[in-house]
């Protein structure tokens, strides 16, 4: 999208949004792995035991806020009414029932759904959530609900809000009003404020197993072939999200490249080296795909490498000659170095945005990083 120019489509804003193909956590009516989670939810609700803030914990992509949107919509759209009428046994909700399409769209009067939002002078998302989204959100939790019993708002991610925002924010949980429910769903709990965490009830979830990735990946990517879809599992560790990001971006090609290069440390073959830096000079959406997959990956292998520098034992390996790879350079520096290193090139990688440096330098200097801790 241009500079200076928005939209007020409502499909082009939610791809702008959600620019995947697999379903947004607000349409996806499926939760695998999550289980007990979802019981210990309906339970609350059903003993009138409900916490006005859940905080949503785990990894990345495991399906948080797919589970933050079906409690939303059960509290909104699936509870029984009638003095008769049984109690569910799970968070399901009829297609039809009154609400439900409302909470689908993300129309409905007693739902709010707090994220970062579009800039309009840029046409893109905010990287940030900011204080006069969460004052939105004060607002609402103190009207009366419109359609039903309760008010929901679901927050998506808290760790992506400013300290301004996250201090708007303390200020609605030290207040909470009645029959209005805050579901907060977090990828980094230790980025959030105590004070922030102390005030809501927190509920763990889980990666899901290699066999869960696997299997979900052939329903949402059925171009994969197995092997692809095993090697996939087993970098996106436990995350369908972030397993179906890595094969939407080619990153299985781009992972072989960086271990290749990995493999010929400590001495480095330069030209090899200096060609697969160049891939990240370019800019645009693909390019943007490329380095967000090369600082998982990266960041992935090198906490790989500690990992069984610290344990002894080997995950298994992408490629054939990882496990060689890893032995070869735990061999010849110590634990301490490699967790030196390993930080390092964390503290590179971050930075490069962060203070726009030339990427190819960064992965250059990353590299070399790597060969300084073997000498």
Not at 220 to 230: I, K, M, S
């Amino acid at each position: 999208m241009a500079r200076g120019k928005t939209t007020s489509d409502p499909a082009e804003l939610e791809k702008l949004e959600w620019p995947y193909d697999w379903p947004a956590p607000w349409r996806n009516e499926r939760l695998i792995g999550h289980e007990l989670a979802e019981r210990t939810m309906l339970a609350a609700q059903q003993l009138g035991r409900l916490h006005h803030a859940w905080l949503l914990t785990g990894p990345r992509g495991i399906g948080k806020a797919t589970l933050a949107w079906r409690f939303a919509r059960f509290l909104l759209a699936g509870q029984p009414g009638g003095l008769f009428a049984s109690k569910p046994d799970s968070l399901d909700v009829l297609a039809g029932a009154p609400g439900r399409a409302l909470v689908d769209a993300r129309s409905h009067p007693d739902l709010f759904h707090l994220r970062r939002t579009l800039n309009p002078d840029t046409g893109r998302i905010r990287a940030e959530i900011s204080v006069d989204d969460v004052r939105g959100l004060g607002e609402f939790m103190h009207m009366t609900p419109a359609m039903g019993e309760w008010r929901v708002a679901i927050v998506d991610a808290a760790d992506e809000m400013n300290r301004n925002a996250a201090n708007a924010m303390l200020k609605v949980l030290e207040e909470p009003p009645p029959n209005a429910i805050l579901l907060i769903v977090t990828h980094a709990t230790g980025r959030l404020l105590p004070t922030i965490r102390s005030r809501c009830r927190r509920l763990a979830l889980h990666p899901l197993s290699d066999d869960t990735v696997v299997r979900l990946i052939g329903e949402y990517a059925p171009n994969t072939t197995d092997e692809e879809r095993r090697a996939l599992a087993g970098l996106a560790e436990g995350s369908i999200g972030r397993a179906l990001e890595l094969a939407g971006a080619g990153s299985l090609g781009l992972y072989q490249e960086m271990v290749g290069v990995l493999a010929t440390l400590p001495d480095l073959d330069m030209p090899r080296l200096h060609g697969f830096a160049e891939r990240f000079a370019r800019r645009g959406e693909e390019a943007n795909a490329d380095w967000r997959s090369l600082n998982y990956l990266f960041d992935g292998w090198l906490k790989g490498l500690a990992r069984r520098g610290a344990t002894g034992g080997a995950a298994p390996a992408i490629t054939p000659t990882e496990v060689e790879l890893q032995a070869r350079l735990l061999a010849a520096a110590s634990l301490d170095r490699w967790l030196e290193a390993w930080e390092k090139v964390a503290h590179l990688l971050s930075r490069a945005d962060a203070v726009n440096l030339d990427r190819k330098q960064t992965v250059l200097g990353s590299f070399l990083v790597l060969q300084s801790a073997m000498r």
